[in-house]
């Protein structure tokens, strides 16, 4: 069964700089870049929000809510089948769990709900 693999994640200090992977595992053979991939996260109490997607028809990037915007970039290499979520001047308020997750549509959504393909979580703990 295909599965997705975040990692990458990790503790930095507020103005640091992580790099998130999504792999996919579990079946040799399968690409990604059929898929539309997003990026969610998840912080204590609160729901799971969408924090950016790529297409695969085009590569057209998206981000959700003005907080990442300019900080956060996210990406595909078609090649080593992975997308990559680049987070630069992070701040404590971007700690959480954050998941990719992949949907074989063509329309970027922030919806979990759109999404079929969910990996495990990668934890990022941002400190003041």
Do not use: H
Not at 42 to 61: F, H, L, M, W, Y
Not at 87 to 103: F, H, Q, R, S, V
């Amino acid at each position: 069964q295909v599965q997705l693999e975040e990692s990458g994640g990790g503790s930095v200090q507020a103005g640091g700089s992580l790099r998130l992977s999504c792999a996919a595992s579990g079946f040799s053979g399968f690409s990604l870049d059929s898929y539309v991939i997003s990026w969610f996260r998840q912080a204590p109490g609160k729901e799971r929000e969408g924090v950016s997607c790529i297409r695969n028809s085009d590569g057209n990037t998206y981000y959700y809510g003005n907080s990442v915007k300019g900080r956060f970039t996210i990406s595909r290499d078609n090649a080593k089948n992975t997308v990559y979520l680049q987070m630069n001047n992070l701040k404590p308020e971007d700690t959480a769990i954050y998941y990719c997750a992949g949907d074989q549509g063509i329309v970027c959504s922030n919806f979990p709900l759109e999404y079929d393909l969910w990996g495990q979580g990668t934890q990022v703990t941002v400190s003041s």
